[in-house]
């Protein structure tokens, strides 16, 4: 079975500042790991993903998250907040051969930027 | 089309009701996925389609839920007898056949938005 978690279901950060959303996973086999990102009222819109290779992954809008085998984490960050960030986040597992098409997300987390 | 097209965006249904959603995904796409957004439950896969065929719907809450897939393309959600816990927004996704392994993303819409009242 896989999970995640997401902590702190609230952020805020001042514009400028530096953004870090975290998430740990749990999975029986090497994870499929992706940071989805949802505007008010909008669906959701894929962030970046980790599926092998690489450990650092860069997406759009400036973010990046580091996959840690070690730690079975994969956070996300962005060096400078916009005021174009504030949305809610989630970090989603998924992948294996016979549920690939199945994402198991995490809770989320809400960001506010602060002028 | 260019995203994956859901209708109606919203709705209001009176408990008891039976109610179909409708995905209409990226053109080309096989593989479409529903999911659930509620404010308690968080996002739930619901079911999943490769072709018509669905290989995973273990997701689907009771009997009163069911989807198919007609043409490959095409895709409805039924929620028979609403009932009030059944208010979420319903995302419907699309990605080509390849498995996430092969580094395809699953594209979302946009929700429908239902109310059971």
């Given at each position: 079975?896989?999970?995640?978690?997401?902590?702190?279901?609230?952020?805020?950060?001042?514009?400028?500042?530096?953004v870090?959303?975290?998430c740990?996973?749990?999975?029986?086999?090497?994870?499929?790991?992706f940071?989805y990102v949802q505007?008010?009222?909008?669906g959701?819109?894929?962030?970046?993903?980790?599926?092998?290779?690489?450990?650092?992954?860069?997406g759009?809008?400036?973010?990046?998250?580091?996959f840690?085998?070690?730690?079975?984490s994969?956070?996300l960050?962005?060096?400078s907040?916009?005021?174009?960030?504030?949305?809610?986040?989630?970090c989603?597992?998924?992948?294996t051969?016979d549920?690939w098409?199945?994402?198991?997300?995490?809770?989320?987390t809400?960001?506010?930027?602060?002028? | 089309?260019?995203?994956v097209?859901?209708s109606?965006?919203?709705?209001?249904?009176?408990k008891?009701k039976?109610v179909?959603?409708?995905?209409?995904p990226i053109?080309?796409?096989?593989?479409?996925?529903?999911?659930?957004?509620s404010?308690?439950q968080?996002?739930?896969?619901?079911?999943?389609f490769?072709?018509n065929s669905?290989?995973?719907?273990s997701?689907?809450p009771s009997d009163?839920?069911?989807?198919e897939?007609?043409?490959?393309?095409?895709?409805?959600?039924?929620?028979?007898?609403?009932?009030?816990e059944d208010?979420?927004?319903y995302?419907?996704?699309s990605s080509?056949r390849?498995?996430?392994?092969?580094?395809?993303?699953?594209y979302?819409?946009?929700?429908?938005w239902?109310?059971v009242v």
């Amino acid at each position: 079975a896989q999970s995640v978690t997401q902590l702190g279901s609230h952020v805020s950060v001042s514009e400028g500042a530096l953004v870090l959303l975290r998430c740990n996973y749990s999975s029986s086999v090497p994870p499929y790991l992706f940071w989805y990102v949802q505007y008010p009222n909008q669906g959701l819109q894929l962030l970046l993903k980790y599926t092998t290779g690489a450990t650092l992954v860069k997406g759009i809008n400036g973010f990046e998250a580091e996959f840690k085998k070690s730690e079975t984490s994969f956070h996300l960050t962005k060096p400078s907040a916009h005021m174009s960030d504030a949305a809610e986040y989630f970090c989603a597992v998924g992948g294996t051969t016979d549920s690939w098409g199945k994402l198991q997300f995490g809770a989320g987390t809400q960001v506010v930027v602060t002028p | 089309g260019a995203g994956v097209s859901q209708s109606p965006s919203n709705k209001v249904t009176e408990k008891g009701k039976d109610v179909e959603l409708r995905c209409d995904p990226i053109s080309g796409h096989t593989a479409l996925y529903w999911y659930r957004q509620s404010l308690g439950q968080g996002l739930e896969f619901l079911i999943y389609f490769q072709g018509n065929s669905a290989p995973d719907k273990s997701g689907l809450p009771s009997d009163r839920f069911s989807a198919e897939r007609t043409g490959g393309s095409v895709s409805t959600l039924t929620i028979q007898r609403t009932q009030q816990e059944d208010s979420a927004v319903y995302l419907c996704a699309s990605s080509p056949r390849v498995a996430i392994g092969g580094g395809n993303t699953i594209y979302f819409g946009e929700g429908s938005w239902l109310t059971v009242v």
